[in-house]
Nanobody, 126 residues
Framework: QVQLVESGGGLVQAGGSLRLSCAAS????????MGWFRQVPGKEREFVAT????????MYADSVRGRFTISRDNAKNTVNLQMNSLKPEDTAVYYC???????????????????WGRGTQVTVSS
């Protein structure tokens, strides 16, 4: 079983940047697809970004494409989310998630992800 711990959240002004990190432990990280999701109180958790096992394929929600970048370092067992040009509507709790995968393409579906971190708060002020 993989365990995930997010870090890097905080308060930033609109237009600013933050870098979230997710540290994985417990199993061979390189066999797991990774994703970031976010949730605002009272709303459904939503997909943000995902990266394949190989790290060569990434997918993004339309709302963050061109502003956020997901990356992974299998040697360090980490996945990162670089968030630029932040907007107040990006305010949410951000969750790192993973699932063991043999497929080339990663999934946007929350139901595919078997392990979740506890989340880190990102607040963007206007």
């Amino acid at each position: 079983q993989v365990q995930l711990v997010e870090s890097g959240g905080g308060l930033v002004q609109a237009g600013g940047s933050l870098r979230l990190s997710c540290a994985a432990s417990g199993r061979t990280f390189g066999n797991y697809a990774m994703g970031w999701f976010r949730q605002v109180p009272g709303k459904e958790r939503e997909f943000v970004a995902t990266i394949s096992v190989s790290g060569t394929i990434t997918m993004y929600a339309d709302s963050v494409r061109g502003r956020f970048t997901i990356s992974r370092d299998n040697a360090k067992n980490t996945v990162n989310l670089q968030m630029n040009s932040l907007k107040p509507e990006d305010t949410a709790v951000y969750y790192c998630a993973t699932y063991w995968s043999t497929r080339i393409f990663p999934s946007r579906l929350q139901s595919e992800y078997s392990t979740w971190g506890r989340g880190t708060q990102v607040t963007v002020s206007s």
